[in-house]
């Protein structure tokens, strides 16, 4: 499974890393223009062919130079629009995977394999095996697939066909529309079976007593018990799905129409459990979505998560009222100047039609002229950026409105479980009673330890054996634990600190490329990079120093620890943007290497702009570019002052989804740039801002 | 944005006689000129035209910069999204493999 597994993903991504690959190989602006244009070159080139000699050669001279600009636009959107189509093409192909992911995709499928390799299993045990460890095991598969033939598997005799369960077990009621509603009706149900077959088991243990040897009679027993045992497992199945559902958020959900939780038998695994999330549309869904990926083993995981959550999304909605509060500001104080420039416009226009037609102001009239022109070029940049501005104001707004709907439905999970948690509890009681057991003899345990099922139940965290205890029993240390398998669980914290250790070799590999004498290490608490020296010497030291210079700059919050170490704090990344270091494999970093692309153009050794190495290739996104771009910038006057986008950049060939984060960059630099970077980052080395 | 806005964008700055709206002006405006003063003129426009394409050129490769930036952040928006999925198909494998032990 786990090789089916990696073939699955590795060919859903292989065609974006082809792509990045592909883009990575194609030429930087730097690569199609090796050789240096200095101004003088780029005069002899441009002055020689069509200087102008006569008046008439102006004209000539400017359209050559429009129709020149004209020609490298052109090529450039076509540029642009490749890169539009290609996002577009990785997009679809993405969601064709997504679409294939759903009934007949090789994950699910490999599940359903699962499900049915592990019934069959089950089947092979005999109740006088491992009657209790069977139980549960029967109760957890019945989590993913609760199904009659789940419930009863392994208590049944896989060839006596006729004993099978009936798939539409006539007893099952449909009390609601919500899975609580049918898991309690399948509960209701399955004790009904149980007692019904209890009550005949007790008309036949009567008959008994007056012929206890009667073969028929201890047939009949037999059957009742195991009708008994069947129903047991059936209530056990549904209370798993319940407490399953209960930590997923998915119990309070309609078990209407999706084809789960229907009580056709062919229940599919639960959603958000045994099933792909979905495609995060709805609120609600979002917030399942991210617990599903925090995988909570307990109410308190739960809530927990769903406090997570609630804060993410608070925080981003105070983010981004900054962020609305500020483009405020900045579109008032366009509009405002624009209203002044109107104004002069109007009395340069009006000025103008006083003197056309009059003779000997031809010159005046001239230069109102080109003040009109200059004007209107001012208002229409002032115009551009307003709408741009108000763009993104209106992306903010309508973020922080859906921010809210998904906190408010991150609130209301939390409350749901503290209903889900009391309708539970009763199951528990009644299946104690249904094994003919007393509470105290019911210990769920997982890996050895009670598993926490009803804690955080009335704002106390306490494990199941408390709480039953609060229903009146008490814990007995000797009772049975039953044990649910850790096998499998997800190690969550282990993926943590593959990701981390993997950053912290990014940033090792990176000193050691460019000749730093620095050891890279991951603190204790996994917060920050401790980077030392590997030698007391002067450079050694000086290195150090160097890179806690970039670190700054980058807006690391390097520290200087009490031992002479260098502590680089990558927990902000961590805790905001949930970034654990470079997002690929070797695989990806050698590409980014081979290409030599952000790195290597920064490294103090490099020389031109002192951003030095040891960050991870997502910091310095932005960055490379940006100071790049600074001396050619910088020696280009900006044409309109209010322009943040710089000289006539075709902001609309920009615009789209990428387009709007490359705005991120450009226009707003106080919002959200993504992963690691932060205002700081737009700086050139040079101290300019290049926008 | 067309190649005449860009080409009026950076000339307005240089010189705003050579914009694109005043040239047609420029033969009535200079009906007297002598010719040593066109030849003053001249060497004007052609220092004018040799400013523009170096700030043209200037301007080019920032642009391209900025484009290959945006080839970079488009494709990396989408492996972005491709880890998440990635990622989330793999808990939900994990939670699958947790649900069935």
């Known amino acids: 499974m786990e090789k089916h597994t990696h073939q699955f993903l590795f060919s859903r991504v292989h065609g974006i890393r082809e792509q990045r690959l592909a883009f990575q190989q194609a030429p930087s602006p730097e690569a199609q223009n090796p050789e240096p244009q200095t101004p003088e070159k780029i005069a002899d080139s441009n002055r020689n062919p069509d200087s102008i000699d006569t008046p008439k050669n102006v004209a000539d001279r400017a359209q050559s130079a ?8 052109g090529s450039r959107k076509q540029a642009i629009e490749d890169v539009q189509q290609n996002v577009k093409n990785l997009e679809e192909q993405l969601r064709s995977v997504e679409g294939i992911e759903g009934e007949d995709s090789t994950t699910a499928a490999e599940l359903r394999d699962q499900i049915a390799s592990k019934r069959q299993d089950l089947k092979t045990l005999k109740p006088s095996e491992k009657p209790a460890t069977d139980a549960v095991e029967t109760g957890g598969g019945a989590v993913g697939d609760v199904t009659e033939g789940a419930a009863t598997g392994g208590l049944e005799d896989p060839n006596k066909a006729g004993e099978k369960p009936k798939p539409n077990a006539p007893e099952t009621k449909e009390a609601g529309n919500t899975h609580l509603d049918r898991l309690m009706g399948n509960f209701d149900s399955a004790v009904k079976e149980h007692d019904d077959a209890e009550a005949k088991a007790a008309e036949v243990r009567q008959k008994l007593k007056n012929d206890p040897k009667n073969p028929e009679l201890q047939k009949e027993l037999k059957q009742h018990e195991m009708e008994k045992i069947k129903a047991v497992m059936k209530a056990f199945a549904t209370f798993f799905e319940g407490l399953k559902r209960l930590f997923n958020g998915t119990l309070f959900e309609s078990s209407k129409g999706d084809g789960k939780g229907s009580e056709s038998g062919t229940q599919k695994p639960a959603e958000g459990v045994a099933n792909k999330p979905a495609a995060a549309t709805t609120p609600e869904q979002q917030v399942k979505n991210e617990l599903a990926k925090n995988n909570p083993k307990s109410a308190a995981e739960t809530q927990a998560a769903l406090g997570e959550i609630r804060e993410n999304a ?23 100047e624009n209203d002044v420039l109107i104004g002069k416009k109007g009395e340069v226009e009006k000025e103008l039609n006083k003197l056309q037609g009059e003779e000997g102001k031809e010159d005046q009239i001239l230069e109102l002229k080109t003040e009109l ?22 992306a903010l707004t309508k973020e922080n409105k859906d921010l809210t709907a998904k906190r408010d439905a991150a609130e209301k999970m939390g409350e749901d479980m503290e209903k889900g948690m009391e309708k539970l509890l009763p199951m528990i009681q009644k299946l104690a ?31 199941v054996a408390t709480a039953l205890e609060a229903m009146g029993a008490k814990q007995n240390p000797e009772t049975q634990t039953v044990e649910i398998s850790a096998e499998q669980a997800p190690q969550a914290s282990e993926k943590v600190s593959e990701r981390l250790e993997l950053w912290r070799q990014d940033i090792q590999d990176r000193m050691d490329r460019h000749g730093y004498d620095v050891v890279v290490a991951l603190n204790e608490d996994k ?11 002067k450079d050694a030291m000086k290195d150090l120093k160097t890179v806690e210079g970039f670190a700054q700059k980058r807006g690391m919050q390097p520290a200087n620890m009490q031992d002479g170490g260098l502590a680089l704090n990558i927990d902000r990344y961590i805790q905001k943007e949930g970034y654990f270091g470079p997002a690929f494999s070797e695989e990806s970093l050698k590409i980014e290497q081979v290409q030599d692309d952000n790195f290597a153009a920064q490294s103090s050794e490099g020389g031109t702009n002192g951003l030095g190495p040891g960050y991870p290739e997502e910091l310095l996104e932005g960055t490379y570019e940006q100071g790049k771009a600074a001396p050619q910038v910088a020696s280009v006057e ?9 000289p006539g950049y075709p902001e609309e060939v920009l615009e789209g989804t990428y387009g709007q984060a490359q705005k991120n960059v450009e226009v707003a630099q106080e919002d959200n740039l993504g992963p690691g970077y932060d205002a700081s980052m737009l700086e050139g080395t040079d101290g300019r801002k290049i926008s | 944005m067309s190649g005449r806005e860009i080409y009026d964008f950076i000339m307005q700055k240089i010189d705003h006689e050579l914009v694109s709206a005043n040239i047609p002006l420029l033969e009535e405006k200079y009906k007297n000129e002598t010719p040593a003063e066109w030849e003053v003129r001249k060497q004007r426009y052609n220092d004018a035209f040799a400013k523009f394409y170096e700030m043209y050129q200037a301007y080019l490769s920032d642009l391209d910069v900025r484009i290959h930036r945006y080839r970079k952040l488009a494709i990396k928006e989408v492996e972005a999204k491709t880890k998440i999925r990635e990622e989330d198909s793999l808990n939900t494998l994990a939670a699958s493999m947790f649900s069935l032990s």
């Not at chain 1, 429009?66 to 636009?73: F, H, L, T, V």
């Not at chain 1, 022109?373 to 993104?392: G, H, P, V, W």
């Not at chain 1, 009673?433 to 106390?460: A, C, H, R, S, T």
């Open chain 1, 527 to 537: 917060t920050s990079f401790v980077l030392r020296t590997s030698a007391d010497t």
């Open chain 1, 638 to 646: 900006q044409p309109t002052r209010n322009s943040d986008l710089g």
């Open chain 1, 314 to 336: 608070d925080n981003k909605i105070k983010e981004n009222t900054k962020s609305i509060e500020s483009l405020d500001k900045r579109i008032d104080g366009i509009k405002k």
């Open chain 1, 66 to 73: 429009e129709k020149k600009a004209e020609e490298d636009m």
């Open chain 1, 433 to 463: 009673e249904m094994l003919g057991l007393k509470l105290q003899d019911l210990n769920i345990g997982y890996n050895g330890q009670p598993i926490i099922v009803i804690n955080n139940f009335n704002g106390n965290n306490i494990p």
């Open chain 1, 373 to 394: 022109d200059r004007l209107n070029t001012i208002i229409e940049a002032n115009q551009k950026a307003i709408k741009t501005l108000d763009d993104r104001r209106d």
